[in-house]
Structures are given as C-alpha cells and as structure tokens.
C-alpha cells in the first residue's frame, strides 16, 4: 500500500477552474469535450499522453506536490516521491509544505506555482519544467504571507502577469 494519498483530484478540477489540485498542460491546443471545456487547464502533454503536478498528502497530513503521468488522463502513474526542485539559492529551496499546484505553460516551459510554506509562513513558490522529470525553483513570488497566485499564458502590454 502505497505511503501518498492523493487529494481530490477529479471533482475539483471539473467543478473549478481556478484552483486545481492537479493541473495538466497540452503543448499547442485545448482539450474539446463536452466534459472539459475549452477554458480549463487540461492540455495534452504530447503524443503519448499527458503530465501533471499533484497535490499528495502523507497518511500524517504533510503535504508535497508529485509528478504523474497517463496514457488516457484517467489512470495515472504518480511518483511516490515528492518533485526535487534545483534551485541556484539553498534558502530559497527550504520549505515546510507544499500544496495546490497550478501549471502555465508560457513560451518554451511549464511554469509551476504553488502554496510554499516557507519559515512557517505561506507564499508562492515559483518553479519551471521542459518534460515533467527535471524541475527548477526560481524565487517564491509574493513574500510574506500569500498562498494563491495564478500565471496567465498571454502578455498584457506586453508582460506576464500572476494574480494574486
């Protein structure tokens, strides 16, 4: 039996498209279907399935973010580790939890934001991946004390923006 939990996947992902408990990116177009609607986050990884971050919590509720993959987006292979993030800062990578992962895919990469718990404290971790398997942390957003923030995939004037 394996060790992780996985935290309301499905019913969150289809009933709200601004928090996500896993967010999955598709390269170039969205997903049509009469159950995911063109406005989600669902896109195909590549031709051979697709890729996301999930939210998993331990059997003593500490709470990380994994990387999974699945041929059909219904059955997913899911890391029983947590994502290890290179980061070029060693107090920038120190966390206490992470958790609600978001995935924006923005030019060559797969931006991912999440709530970091850092010192104790709630912000946004800020990290990237080119294929799911090799992840890097840039510095978190919104420092201190803020635990949402969503990426747009578009320039407004001509920059990228996070809502938070």
Known sequence: MKKWIIVGISIV????????CVAVQRKRSFVEGAV?????????FDEDGYAGIF???SRSISMDIFAGFSKDGIHWDISDD???FHCDDEE???????????VCFIEDRYYITWCNGYHGYPTIGVGY?????TFYQLENAFLPF???GVLFPRKINGNYYMLS
Not at 13 to 20: G, K, R
Not at 94 to 100: A, I, S, V
Not at 129 to 133: E, G, I, L, Q, Y
């Open 146 to 148: 803020n635990r949402n």
């Open 55 to 57: 939210r998993c919590d």
């Open 92 to 102: 920038i990578g120190k966390r206490d939890y992470r958790y609600d992962p978001r």
């Open 129 to 133: 991946t080119f294929d799911f398997k």
């Open 13 to 20: 992902i289809l009933l709200c498209s601004a928090v996500f």
């Open 82 to 84: 947590p994502i290890v």
């Open 36 to 44: 995911i609607e063109k406005t989600s986050s669902f896109y195909y």
